[in-house]
Nanobody
Framework: QVQLVESGGGLVQAGGSLRLSCGTSGNIFRLFRMGWYRQAPGKQRELVATITGGGDTNYADSAKGRFTISRDNAKNTVYLQMNSLKPEDTAVYYC????????????WGQGTQVTVSS
């Protein structure tokens, strides 16, 4: 059973920064693609960023230039550094672990709330 444990959400003023962390167990973490998604009230869950075990990254347009995804394979942890936060970044942020053919098998964390005040 894959468990993802997120931390780092909270309330921040516009222009501020937060760093989210997501950890899991096991010794094959480096083989997984990790990612962050978010869901705002009344909206569908959307991609924020992903990172492969080799460090290849992919960002949503809304995250480019402001957010940075990284991972520490030795610590089984993925991070999302969020800078220049905007009120529209307010959402529940979910950690995602993807594996299998074309990353077809996915696991999710419980979510962490990020609220950006104007």
């Amino acid at each position: 059973q894959v468990q993802l444990v997120e931390s780092g959400g909270g309330l921040v003023q516009a222009g501020g920064s937060l760093r989210l962390s997501c950890g899991t167990s096991g010794n094959i973490f480096r083989l997984f693609r990790m990612g962050w998604y978010r869901q705002a009230p009344g909206k569908q869950r959307e991609l924020v960023a992903t990172i492969t075990g080799g460090g290849d990254t992919n960002y949503a347009d809304s995250a480019k230039g402001r957010f940075t995804i990284s991972r520490d394979n030795a610590k089984n942890t993925v991070y999302l550094q969020m800078n220049s936060l905007k009120p529209e970044d307010t959402a529940v942020y979910y950690c995602n672990l993807a594996t299998g053919f074309r990353w077809s098998t996915a696991y999710w964390g419980q979510g962490t709330q990020v609220t950006v005040s104007s």
